[in-house]
T-cell receptor, first 112, second 114 residues
Framework: DAKTTQPPSMDCAEGRAANLPCNHS???????VYWYRQIHSQGPQYIIH???NNETNEMASLIITEDRKSSTLILPHATLRDTAVYYC?????????????FGTGTRLAVRP | GAVVSQHPSRVICKSGTSVKIECRSL??????MFWYRQFPKQSLMLMAT?????????EQGVEKDKFLINHASLTLSTLTVTSAHPEDSSFYIC??????????FGPGTRLTVT
């Protein structure tokens, strides 16, 4: 799986958009970009994933650059409950037995 | 999303004893389950991958005789930490996936060995 680089920490104000970047310059053509988050002392939570098109769901939006070497996770209106460690992971398309390799992630602090 | 449970959520045991942690997929049949370990202020580290009905595949450096994994059914996997020592104290997290779907994580089990 391709290596990812994320800033160790970020903060944003409650109600504002949180934009979390991720670099994955060695991503292969068949690798997807996945985002998970982990709230303190809980298991990780799946957020979103994409291949090359931008994706949006009820939790977030994922913007992938045209060359696919970087992406941004956007939480449109951050709340205090969004304070967590966010992990960007790139991996081959889902199949039974695929494992996730977690990096150090970005610790997002949402301030009141 | 799908629900994965773990039991117990917290356990304290004495050094030298064994501890069993259960991971259940509550509303889907999990073809594969994964076990992770997370030390304080560190990321999740994969310990092993288990497929129903077959032996688990352990990551390099993880002792298979110390961390026994049983994936007896499509909804249950267990991790037994044998002869636990204080350095085994950690947050143990399982995840489950059905073929072609996402991985869903359990809430984790905090093990403290005294």
């Amino acid at each position: 799986d391709a290596k990812t680089t994320q800033p160790p920490s970020m903060d944003c104000a409650e109600g504002r958009a949180a934009n979390l970047p991720c670099n994955h310059s060695t991503i292969s053509g068949n690798e997807y970009v996945y985002w998970y988050r982990q709230i303190h002392s809980q298991g990780p939570q799946y957020i979103i994933h994409g291949l090359k098109n931008n994706e949006t769901n009820e939790m977030a939006s994922l913007i992938i650059t045209e060359d696919r070497k970087s992406s941004t996770l956007i939480l449109p209106h951050a709340t205090l409950r969004d304070t967590a460690v966010y992990y960007c992971i790139v991996r081959v398309a889902q199949s039974s037995g695929d494992k996730l390799t977690f990096g150090t992630g970005t610790r997002l602090a949402v301030r009141p | 999303g799908a629900v994965v449970s773990q039991h117990p959520s917290r356990v304290i045991c004495k050094s030298g004893t064994s501890v069993k942690i259960e991971c259940r997929s509550l509303d889907f049949q999990a073809t594969t389950m994964f076990w992770y370990r997370q030390f304080p202020k560190q990321s999740l580290m994969l310990m092993a991958t288990s497929n129903e009905g077959s032996k688990a595949t352990y990551e390099q450096g993880v002792e298979k005789d110390k961390f026994l994994i049983n994936h007896a059914s499509l909804t249950l996997s267990t991790l037994t930490v044998t002869s636990a020592h204080p350095e085994d104290s950690s947050f143990y997290i399982c995840s489950a996936t059905a073929r072609g779907n996402e991985q869903y994580f359990g809430p984790g089990t905090r093990l403290t060995v005294t």
